[in-house]
């Protein structure tokens, strides 16, 4: 039976079993992370929107909203409560998980933003887009 394309499971290596399912997306998903803690994960979709996924209480957190396309790769930013997100709107945006406001957006990309990660002290973001051109862009505020 094949999964819809609009569901999150989280899989157990040790039990072979899926141990949450997140179905709050209404269209197809991109892309997830785990919160370096453990206790979260994001996941992002063509419905213009990131989720924060509670892990313990297996519920939708919060809903970032301020795409005006598909939200197609999403990362948490190193030592921080922030996540990265890069969308179809070209842009890329950094976003308060504790408030689910946008704190910074970056424009000037010229394709849909595919792929976002940061560097591992979380102070560079990289961006890619169309599968071959890679921006990167400093942070221009420290947390």
Known sequence: MEQPQNTVKV???????????????????????????????????????AKLWDLHSNRCRQSFRGHVDSVNSVVFQPFTNNICTG???????LWDIRTGLCVQTFYGHANSVNQVDFDRRGETVGASFLFSNIDCCRLLFFL
């Open 11 to 49: 899989w157990s290596f040790e039990t072979a079993s899926c141990v949450a399912t997140f179905k709050d997306h209404p269209t197809c998903v991109w892309d997830v992370a785990f919160h370096h803690g453990g206790d979260f994960l994001v996941s992002c979709s063509m419905d213009h929107t």
């Open 87 to 93: 969308s179809g709107d070209k842009t890329v945006s």
